[in-house]
């Protein structure tokens, strides 16, 4: 099980830190993802990490912005986001693969959260 919390509403050039919670599962051996999904739009993958912080990989909208980790004793997953911009706005989903490399493909990824929305204004 997955579970979101950190998100809110923001001014633009603001800053969150998003967190996953997992429970149920070690998942310190699997792909883990960051996806969000505005009104209207497909969701899209925003950061993904495989081992301890090993392999990250970012979208180009969210590179320099967005930061992405996991601490493994706790079973949490992080997503500090600085310089949010209004384009930010959409509901963050945590995600789980068993894939043994980073991916931002939503397709690839088995287990999901039930999301925690963003807003910038």
């Known amino acids: 099980q997955l579970v979101e919390s950190g998100g809110g509403s923001v001014q633009a050039g603001g800053s969150l830190r998003l967190s996953c919670r997992a429970s149920?599962?070690?998942?310190?051996?699997?792909?883990m993802g960051w996806f969000r999904q505005a009104p209207g739009k497909e969701r899209e993958g925003v950061a993904t990490?495989?081992?301890?912080?090993?392999?990250?990989k970012y979208a180009d909208s969210v590179k320099e912005r967005f930061t992405i980790a996991r601490d493994i004793a706790k079973n949490r997953v992080y997503l500090q986001m600085n310089s949010l911009k209004p384009e930010d706005t959409a509901m963050y989903f945590c995600?789980?693969?068993?894939?043994?490399?980073?991916?931002?493909?939503?397709?690839?990824?088995?287990?999901w959260g039930q999301g925690t929305q963003v807003t910038v204004s």
């Open positions: 995600a789980a693969s068993h894939r043994v490399t980073v991916s931002l493909h939503a397709e690839h990824f088995e287990s």
């Open positions: 149920g599962v070690i998942y310190s051996t699997y792909c």
């Open positions: 990490l495989y081992g301890d912080n090993a392999m990250i």
